[in-house]
């Protein structure tokens, strides 16, 4: 073999070896920046789904406190009723009804007002 083909065929050879050696470095640093953003997607997903289980926690909560206050609501509307229907529907029960629910000049219950002051 000729002094010319065996520079040629070592550099040939070393051509290819840097090539792939480059390529394999690019397939590390490819699947290390792969990896770093997976784990750090996944915290990201992790966080916000201890956030959405909190708060579907406290809608919950509300939604039993709206319910309970409901029922506590129909109850009084059923004694309200028993009480007109076994009295009648009298001068007394009447001025009692509408100072419950007269409203002041600034459009509030005056009872409402007068339950926060005490």
Same mark, same amino acid.
């Given at each position: 073999?000729?002094?010319?083909?065996?520079?040629? !065929?070592?550099?040939?050879?070393?051509?290819?070896?840097?090539?792939?050696?480059?390529?394999?470095?690019?397939?590390?640093?490819?699947?290390?920046?792969?990896?770093?953003?997976?784990?750090?997607? +996944?915290?990201?997903? +992790?966080?916000?789904?201890?956030?959405?289980?909190?708060?579907?926690?406290?809608?919950?909560?509300? !939604?039993?406190?709206?319910?309970?206050?409901?029922?506590?609501?129909?109850?009084?509307?059923?004694?309200?009723?028993?009480?007109?229907?076994?009295? +009648?529907?009298?001068?007394?029960?009447? !001025?009692?009804?509408?100072?419950?629910?007269?409203?002041?000049?600034?459009?509030?219950? !005056?009872?409402?007002?007068?339950?926060?002051?005490?």
């Amino acid at each position: 073999m000729s002094l010319d083909k065996l520079i040629l !065929s070592l550099c040939t050879q070393r051509c290819y070896t840097s090539t792939d050696m480059d390529t394999l470095i690019k397939s590390d640093v490819f699947f290390f920046i792969t990896s770093i953003a997976v784990i750090v997607l +996944g915290a990201l997903i +992790g966080a916000a789904t201890v956030y959405l289980i909190r708060i579907l926690r406290d809608v919950k909560a509300i !939604s039993e406190r709206v319910k309970e206050e409901t029922t506590a609501t129909a109850d009084d509307f059923r004694e309200v009723r028993s009480h007109l229907k076994a009295q +009648g529907l009298g001068f007394a029960a009447l !001025s009692k009804l509408k100072k419950l629910f007269r409203m002041d000049r600034k459009g509030r219950s !005056s009872h409402t007002k007068n339950t926060r002051n005490g």
